[in-house]
């Protein structure tokens, strides 16, 4: 039997709200709410109704409109809705004003994806990761937390005392982010000995967006169990296990799944997760083949890949979940719907570079096939690292 307390527990409703600005087409804002509806639903809550507006730039004040934040503040009057999850960043004034005008719990795209980091975190060194990207997110927004004493007692009498409260905050928190991060350079240092003491094993890392397969991948490669789920931010500790194959050892890693609009609070705290990557002699960036955005996905891990300073590191590109995918159009002709191995070859994606693989891991289609390519990958760094090693190879040839 599960948690009866858990399961008397109510879920908190949400409306989630994005802006089409410029250089953002409404077919994007929806997929970037879609995304946010996943985030709303991994962190427990229901996503009741959608607001999108169509603005050149968002209002300073309020985020949206006028207009917008009062059909806003009537949905959630007459449907008792807990919380309004914005889709971009929003200022200190702008939570301020928002609340005051909507009086329920307001939270942005990177206040819930904290959150969500913080639920998921299991590892003293996940923890200590996601709470200095907390402190680092909460600082400047501090004067938030005073508002309720404004409410309370008027803001006359108490302004003195609310602002001194705020600086002694301040200082607490930039001492605990200061400590943090002290604490990170060491977990670093272990973590930089560690990898050392791991020799010269040819270290393979799985990247990829949040939620595309890595895991799975992970769990079919090295036989062992690592956590896999249908939601987002699933793994948030790196993984490492040794993987044979054929006669050649070598480390995979399993790493943090990245996202669109990554608070950038998390790409530096999560540094040592991130290492694994730029020091991995081989990536195997992990495509979800039947999600509708993969293409944006795609991009967007190699964007991060190339922040990191990793993008000239050897790829396989493994476009994964096949046995999902549908094709919806951009196809050559005479290719069909539900495109088989070959078909799939046939397309852009297999141009994309010389090391490209098409696969389900959940199916176990095509998995002798990858196996067989990342095997003569390693084999190949293997000779260039230990050439005096090459009689091991010859069974294999």
Known sequence: MGDPYHTLEKQETAVIIGLTTEGVTEEMTHEYLDELAFLAETSGAITVKRFTQKMSLPNTATFVGKGKLQEIKDFIDENEIDMAI?????????????????????LDRSNLILDIFASRARSADAKTQVELAQYQYLLPRLTRMWTHLERQKGG???????????????????DKI??????????DKQKQVQRGNRGKMVRVALVG????????????????????????????DTTVRKVVIKNIPF??????????????????????????????DLLLHVVDISHYSFEDHFNTVNETIAEIGASDKPTIVVFNKIDAYT????????INS?????????????????????????????VDEFREMLYEEVKQIHITRFPYNDFLYQDYE
């Open 86 to 106: 914005f889709d971009d960043d929003l200022s200190p004034t702008q939570i301020r004003n928002i609340e005051r005008e909507l009086n329920i719990k307001i």
């Open 156 to 174: 006359i009498g108490m302004r003195g005392p609310g602002e001194t409260q705020i600086e002694t905050d301040r200082r607490i928190i930039k």
């Open 178 to 187: 200061t400590r943090l991060k002290e604490k990170l350079d060491k977990i």
């Open 209 to 236: 967006y949040t939620n595309v397969g890595k895991s799975t991948i992970m769990n079919l490669m090295s036989k062992s169990d690592v956590f896999a789920e249908n939601k987002l931010f699933a793994t948030l």
């Open 251 to 280: 480390l995979l890693s399993d790493t943090v799944g990245f996202i669109r609009k990554l608070p950038h609070q998390l790409v530096e705290s999560f540094k040592s997760t991130l290492d694994e990557v730029r020091e991995a």
């Open 327 to 334: 094709a919806t159009g951009g196809f050559e002709e005479g």
């Open 338 to 366: 539900k495109p088989g191995i070959e078909d799939l070859k046939k397309t852009w994606m297999n141009k994309l570079n010389n090391r490209v693989i098409f696969l389900s891991a959940v199916e176990n289609i095509n």
